[in-house]
């Protein structure tokens, strides 16, 4: 199994100099999670949901994007893609020869390929032993800002019962967010210490006032914005099958109940997609 069988070969790209509205326009309509930058035709970086998320202000796609990414090129094998994955933590690998950019290959498409693949193994030791989760009333804004801190895509949400109740991720944010315009003041004072009704400190105050926008999360409980229907596996489930719900239900983590339906973990497909890099080892 190679790249170039999985991986995207109409890739949505963006050019610089571009705008970033665009680009979250295009994250809003696709539900991707990023989307290569060239220039003059060339790779030059990457722009993803959580750098929009996290440079909320920047405007500028050469600001905005990671430049120079990691790359793969198209006969490399599915289990040498994982492993860059894994090692670089990374979601996507732009597929490039000779400069050219062929194709997009991402976590997702290495999912797809585990569910064909049968691997009876269980997913015990993959799925990741720090999950936390919050309450359904936390507000979007706290929500962004705690996977910014956090490095999570996905949080599970629970009730005042401690129920699962559903789950947020990045794209579920970014689908609620808007470009907000303001206007801020900025004050170029000389920092002079003579009194403030003479004429030189009235001279060398200088205020200029000058338009941002930046995208903005609406201040509602996460309850509004999160995925209800949440499918769970339990924690013997296996390789393969886990993939296939992943695949199907076209989301980036499943929830590990145990035999109560309690929540005791995340699988997240970056984790899931080690049981290739055992593979190649």
């Known amino acids: 199994m190679n790249v170039k069988d999985f991986m995207t070969s109409d890739v949505v790209s963006v050019e610089i100099p571009g705008n970033r509205d665009d680009v979250l326009k295009i994250l809003k309509r696709t ?11 060339r790779l ?17 796609l050469g600001l905005l994007m990671t430049p120079d990414p990691v790359t793969i090129g198209p006969d490399a094998t599915i289990q040498e893609a994982a492993t860059m994955m894994v090692t ?7 597929v490039v020869e000779d400069g050219s950019l062929l194709g997009l290959l991402s976590v997702a498409d290495l999912i797809a390929a585990l569910a064909q693949m049968k691997i009876k193994d269980e997913i015990k030791g993959l799925y990741t032993s720090q999950t936390f989760a919050i309450w359904e009333e936390t507000p979007l804004p706290l929500v962004g800002r705690i996977m910014e801190i956090s490095g999570f895509e996905a949080i599970p949400i629970l009730d005042a ?5 559903g789950i947020i991720s990045e794209r579920d944010l970014i689908r609620h967010s808007s470009i907000e315009d303001m206007v801020e003041v900025s004050d170029f004072s000389n ?4 009194d403030e009704w003479t004429w030189e400190s009235i001279r060398d105050m200088h205020t200029i006032s000058y338009g941002i926008s930046k995208i903005q999360l609406p201040n509602r409980p996460v309850r509004t914005a999160m995925v209800k229907n949440v499918i769970s596996v339990p924690m013997n489930a296996e390789v393969s099958e886990c993939a296939l719900k992943m695949k199907r239900a076209r989301v980036d983590q499943l929830p590990v109940v145990n035999g109560d339906k309690k929540l005791v973990a995340m699988l997240f497909d970056r984790d899931l997609i080690r049981a290739l890099c055992r593979g190649s080892s």
């Open 161 to 165: 019962e401690s129920t699962l109740q």
């Open 191 to 194: 920092g002079t210490d003579d």
């Open 88 to 94: 670089h933590s990374v979601r996507r690998l732009p």
């Open 44 to 60: 030059v970086g990457i722009i993803t949901r959580k750098d929009l998320l996290r440079k909320a202000e920047e405007t500028q």
């Open 31 to 41: 539900g991707i999670s990023g989307v290569p930058v060239l220039k003059d035709g």
